[in-house]
């Protein structure tokens, strides 16, 4: 098994950034392809960002493409997410999530269900 605890979430003003980070323990951090999702009160889970198990590919949704970064460190077993121009529709519980399945695609990737382990996630407020 795999345990995920996220960190760095607060409470920013708009346009600022935060970086969140995902600490992984339990198995081979690199046999897994990471993302992160969220989740705002009312509304469904939503796909943010994925990175496959070596770093080399990366997916984005459309709404965070251009402002937020995915990043991996294998030998820190830590996932990142730098969050940068944030928008108060950014604002959501963010949870990092790891994948254990044996290809890449961003059909997969995007589908939470498809992943096996979830962290608790971590608050992010973007006030206006």
């Known amino acids: 098994q795999v345990q995920l605890v996220e960190s760095g979430g607060g409470l920013v003003q708009v346009g600022g950034s935060l970086r969140l980070s995902c600490a992984a323990s339990?198995?081979?951090?690199?046999?897994?392809?990471m993302g992160w999702f969220r989740q705002a009160p009312g509304k469904e889970r939503e796909f943010v960002a994925a990175?496959?198990?070596?770093?080399?590919?990366?997916h984005y949704a459309d709404s965070v493409k251009g402002r937020f970064t995915i990043s991996r460190d294998n030998a820190k077993n830590t996932m990142y997410l730098r969050m940068n121009s944030l928008k108060p529709e950014d604002t959501a519980v963010y949870y990092c999530?790891?994948?254990?399945?044996?290809?890449?695609?961003?059909?997969?990737?995007?589908?939470?269900?498809?992943?096996?382990?979830w962290g608790q996630g971590t608050q992010v407020t973007v006030s206006s």
């Open positions: 339990g198995r081979t951090f690199s046999n897994y392809a």
């Open positions: 999530a790891a994948y254990g399945g044996s290809r890449w695609s961003t059909d997969v990737v995007r589908e939470g269900y498809e992943y096996d382990y």
């Open positions: 990175i496959s198990r070596s770093g080399g590919r990366t």
